[in-house]
Nanobody, 118 residues
């Protein structure tokens, strides 16, 4: 199973980019999915998660500004980021709890860098 993240880059403060994460491979179903981020000099943190049925949760730092969504038919998850701040600068990683023909595994994407300029 592979997760491919895309959509990062250099964004001005206040901007609204969207990052995506597409899963491929030996997939029967994808259970929970999540977006994590790691800012320079900080630990990786979970900022948003979404269940297969669409239930979402957000970290306080992004609540009201970021929106997580998914398209189960495409095995793809999205993160719409609005009102970006310089402190949102980080590498954004996607994670998925995947059920395969060989069992259950936790897959990670390679990360996509989002840099917010002030």
């Amino acid at each position: 199973v592979q997760l491919q993240a895309s959509g990062g880059g250099l964004v001005q403060a206040g901007g609204s980019p969207r990052v995506a994460c597409a899963a491929s491979g030996n997939i029967l179903t994808i259970r929970d999915m999540g977006w994590h981020r790691q800012a320079p000099g900080k630990q990786r943190e979970l900022i948003a998660s979404i269940s297969h049925g669409g239930t979402t949760n957000y970290a306080d730092s992004v609540k009201g500004r970021f929106t997580i969504s998914r398209d189960n038919a495409k095995n793809t998850m999205y993160l719409q980021m609005d009102s970006l701040k310089p402190e949102d600068t980080a590498v954004y990683y996607c994670n998925a709890d995947v059920l395969t023909t060989r069992g259950r595994l936790s897959a990670w994407g390679q990360g996509t860098l989002v840099t917010v300029s002030s």
